[in-house]
């Protein structure tokens, strides 16, 4: 039977891969659209709540993304950013979450004229608004952003120099996202290169869409601290469970595997979360970490997340603290505050015993 639910919120949880563009209220959506007069494909939040999951639900990575059109389309001003950054820290601690790291590409919300760095103020406020509000209700929450890259565009170090211009203004880390095959990581070289100059922390998009090259390439070449999803390691572990050398590189350096289990399933990497690779990597001791992506898209919640990954591979409430642990220990924090995290995440669960 696994986890219940209910015991999956109560989880002090972690989470590292989650799009702030991806995980607005159905509601919010509505109501922002209907002020700038932008068409959507329902008027009601049950209805466009499904739109936005049949149409995410299809198997490739790039119809998935072509969903964003409409979120992106109400994140255009400061007061719209400052709401969903709010809104974002408010549904994760609602959702038992403790630490979470909302990541967005600022390039994609300039339409309304903001400047890049308004845009990331707006974030940081509003994100500073939701962690104030919720430690008023009891339930306090740390969230920082992740300053992403679009892999499509032409590549440029503008997202890394403004990362590390905020990087003590709420901004803990770099990434870049958007369609994986035909944009290796290393067309950003001088992105990571500035950032490795100046020891900022980031993460790649790498095993999703594209395998081992990619993977590969965000390792080797680029730098990468953490692994967005980065599933496809499996194609180099073979049948006997024998690890090929990138993946035990991965592996021994404890590298962190940001794994979306239910994404993955609407972009094709499997057909159910039991035959989700998450299995073969946790058994394996991979640092496997458990995360939502687009939790709009998905219809999904971290607590939903690890419930589904303990009814498909019989985890107990210990295994589910391994996986928490694992993302505390990867969180883009300085030291002494991820012992604080790991600490806040071993009394959570202490507590469930």
């Known amino acids: 039977m696994g986890v219940p639910i209910e015991v999956c919120r109560a989880m002090p949880k972690v989470a590292l891969h989650d799009h702030l563009d991806g995980g607005l209220r159905p509601a919010t959506i509505l109501e922002e659209a209907r002020a700038i007069g932008h068409p959507l494909p329902a008027d009601s939040p049950e209805a466009l709540a499904d739109w936005f999951y049949d149409a995410a639900d299809s198997g490739s990575l790039e119809r998935y993304l072509e969903t964003f059109t409409h979120t992106i389309a ?32 600022p390039e994609q919300h300039l339409a309304g ?9 707006a974030v940081r406020d509003g994100l500073a608004e939701g962690m104030a509000a919720c430690a008023d209700a009891g339930r306090p929450v740390v969230a920082r952003q992740i300053l992403t890259s679009m892999r499509h565009a ?28 035909g944009f290796p990581p290393s067309r950003f070289a001088a992105a990571f290169d500035y950032l490795k100059r100046r020891n900022m922390e980031f993460t790649i998009h790498a095993g999703e869409a594209f395998g081992l090259p990619s993977i590969w390439e965000a390792v080797q070449l680029c730098g990468a601290s953490r692994l967005g999803h980065g599933v496809r ?11 090929g050398e990138l993946a035990g590189y991965v592996r021994d350096r404890r590298i962190a595997l940001e794994v979306c289990p239910s994404s993955n399933l609407q972009t094709g990497i499997c057909d159910t979360i039991a035959e989700h690779p998450f299995g073969l990597l946790a058994r394996l001791r991979f640092r496997v970490t458990v995360s939502c992506d687009n939790r709009l898209m998905s219809r999904t919640t971290l607590s939903r997340e690890f419930a589904l990954l303990s009814e498909a591979f019989g985890y ?13 220990k990867s969180a883009f924090l300085p030291w002494d505050r991820r012992l604080e995290l790991i600490d806040q995440v071993k009394d959570g669960f202490a507590a469930l015993a």
């Open 113 to 121: 004229g903001l400047s890049l760095s308004a845009a990331v103020e």
């Open 316 to 328: 107990g409430l210990e295994d589910l603290r391994r996986f928490s642990l694992n993302a505390a």
């Open 74 to 105: 109400v994140m255009q001003t400061a007061d719209q950013l400052r709401r969903v950054a709010r809104e974002f820290v408010e549904d994760q601690a609602t959702d038992g979450v403790v630490y979470a790291e909302a990541r967005w590409a």
């Open 154 to 181: 032409t590549p440029s170090t503008d997202i890394a120099e403004l990362a590390v211009a905020y990087r003590h203004d709420s901004v803990c880390g770099f990434d870049i996202a958007g369609a994986e095959d």
């Open 233 to 243: 390691l499996v194609e180099d572990i073979a049948a006997d469970g024998t690890l």
